[in-house]
């Protein structure tokens, strides 16, 4: 009887857990992945500018190829950088995002214009115009049998406008006449950038 008593309630117990397990392995499997996205994310602290800096360091977006680079030359390369920017010794505030593009290509003149440095980003359907990008380097060097180009540009942004690139399922980007998406794993990157921050 004692035996007969016990199994029941053992019975019991399994039953009384059984939605709880079937929920929490549902649960599990709707998770989306986590995208390991390969970019590299340094922060420090700037005692000259007193301020803690967060970066995602240059990491490629495209080299001209695949769905989605129409408008980018075939022998255009484009990277992103950015660096989130918090006063002081504390990760509570940004105060803004800075973003820089840098394209490289062998025989490239197309370099940007000041006319033709308005950065445009489409997140999620939603136009972002963030303004004009500086120039900060614009190198053509000679290789043994090709000319190599590099133009970086960069803006500072609103730290609430990066928050919408950041979690944006789909980006765009825009620089004068070049247009290009970023691919999961800068997006997953922005995102993983803004985790680093308590905001």
């Given at each position: 009887?004692?035996?007969?008593?016990?199994?029941?309630?053992?019975?019991?117990?399994?039953?009384a857990?059984?939605?709880?397990?079937?929920?929490?392995?549902?649960?599990?499997?709707?998770?989306?992945?986590?995208?390991?996205?390969?970019?590299?994310?340094?922060?420090?602290?700037?005692?000259?500018?007193?301020?803690?800096?967060?970066?995602?360091?240059?990491?490629?977006?495209?080299?001209?190829?695949?769905?989605?680079?129409?408008d980018?030359?075939?022998?255009?390369?484009?990277?992103?950088?950015?660096w989130?920017?918090?006063?002081?010794?504390?990760?509570?505030?940004?105060?803004?995002?800075?973003?820089?593009?840098?394209?490289?290509?062998?025989?490239?003149?197309?370099r940007?214009?000041?006319?033709?440095?308005?950065?445009?980003?489409?997140?999620?359907?939603?136009?972002?115009?963030?303004?004009?990008?500086?120039?900060?380097?614009?190198?053509?060097?000679?290789?043994?049998?090709?000319?190599?180009?590099?133009?970086?540009?960069?803006?500072?942004?609103?730290?609430?406008?990066?928050?919408?690139?950041?979690?944006?399922?789909?980006?765009?980007?825009?620089?004068?006449?070049?247009?290009?998406?970023?691919?999961?794993?800068?997006?997953?990157?922005?995102?993983?950038?803004?985790?680093?921050?308590?905001?």
């Amino acid at each position: 009887m004692k035996l007969a008593l016990i199994l029941l309630c053992g019975v019991a117990a399994l039953l009384a857990r059984a939605p709880e397990a079937a929920a929490q392995k549902a649960a599990t499997a709707a998770a989306p992945a986590a995208i390991k996205h390969g970019g590299k994310i340094e922060m420090k602290y700037d005692g000259f500018n007193l301020e803690t800096v967060v970066a995602l360091r240059k990491m490629q977006v495209t080299c001209g190829s695949g769905k989605g680079f129409k408008d980018i030359s075939k022998d255009v390369c484009v990277s992103l950088a950015v660096w989130l920017h918090c006063p002081g010794q504390q990760l509570d505030f940004v105060r803004r995002a800075r973003v820089q593009l840098i394209f490289e290509a062998e025989e490239w003149d197309r370099r940007h214009t000041p006319a033709e440095r308005g950065l445009v980003v489409v997140a999620d359907g939603e136009t972002l115009r963030l303004g004009s990008m500086s120039l900060v380097s614009n190198e053509v060097g000679s290789g043994l049998l090709v000319d190599k180009s590099k133009e970086v540009l960069e803006i500072s942004i609103p730290y609430d406008a990066f928050v919408k690139i950041a979690r944006a399922d789909s980006v765009e980007m825009r620089v004068g006449a070049d247009a290009f998406p970023l691919r999961d794993k800068n997006v997953a990157a922005l995102r993983d950038l803004n985790s680093r921050v308590k905001p």
